[in-house]
């Protein structure tokens, strides 16, 4: 098993379908991360998990709607996207939140779902 | 709040040249500092960091970065380029705090010559 794993890889799907994106990591973390990533823009920072609760919603659209029921799996739940939504949805990992000696921040990534919407 | 520029959004270097991604970074205290590389269709894979002590970094693929607190910078280079090393390269930044925002940089594409 890879560290973290992304399904699925490709998801098209249309303005007024439901759709989740999962992600699962092997790695014994506490904190898992969702990022978007648009064509010529930076990667963007969605939700932050820390032992399954959130710490972090920056600002993201209601249609989408994160899901951690443990520390392992983390949900990307989504509904009437728009087509600008269109994007890689990467999810990582770190050991921890807080940064120090032990624990530099290193985060894992998955593959990436790549997500057209029409 | 800390931050990272790459120069140059796009680097073209002929196999078997210089390969040199250049980074600055913005920090009130001492950072960590990342290089990471994206291949075409993968998620970001991590080359090499920097916390504390020596400050030339050595990373995978025969990637190296040298942190230069005087300049802010923390430069990727590898000497002899391979058509494998195209692809994207993201420099990060973070501190050692309770702060775990890990700040990235717009990325440089390498394309290789042969």
């Known amino acids: 098993e890879t560290g973290v794993t992304q399904t699925p890889r490709h998801l098209v799907m249309g303005m007024t379908n439901k759709k989740s994106l999962k992600c699962e990591q092997h790695?014994?973390?506490?904190?898992m991360y969702w990022y978007k990533q648009s064509a010529k823009k930076p990667l963007e920072l969605m939700f932050v998990y820390s032992l399954e609760e959130r710490v972090e919603n920056n600002s993201v659209p209601s249609r989408f709607s994160p899901e951690c029921p443990n520390s392992s799996h983390l949900f990307l739940h989504l509904h009437t996207l728009q087509p600008e939504d269109s994007a890689l949805y990467l999810c990582a990992s770190s050991q921890d939140l807080d940064r120090g000696p032990r624990n530099t921040g290193e985060l894992f990534f998955g593959e990436g779902s790549r997500l057209t919407v029409l | 709040a800390q931050s990272v520029t790459q120069l140059g959004s796009h680097v073209s270097v002929s196999e078997g040249a210089l390969v040199l991604l250049r980074c600055n970074y913005s920090s009130s205290v001492p950072p960590y500092l990342f290089w990471y590389v994206q291949y075409p269709n993968q998620g970001l894979q991590l080359l090499l960091k920097y916390t504390t002590g020596a400050t030339l970094v050595k990373g995978i693929n025969g990637f190296e970065a040298e942190f230069k607190k005087s300049e802010t910078s923390f430069h990727l280079t590898k000497p002899s380029a391979h058509m494998s090393d195209a692809a994207e390269y993201f420099c990060a930044v973070t501190i050692p705090s309770n702060d775990y925002k890990l700040s990235f940089g717009a990325g440089t594409t390498v394309t290789v010559r042969a």
């Open positions: 790695l014994g973390h506490n904190a």
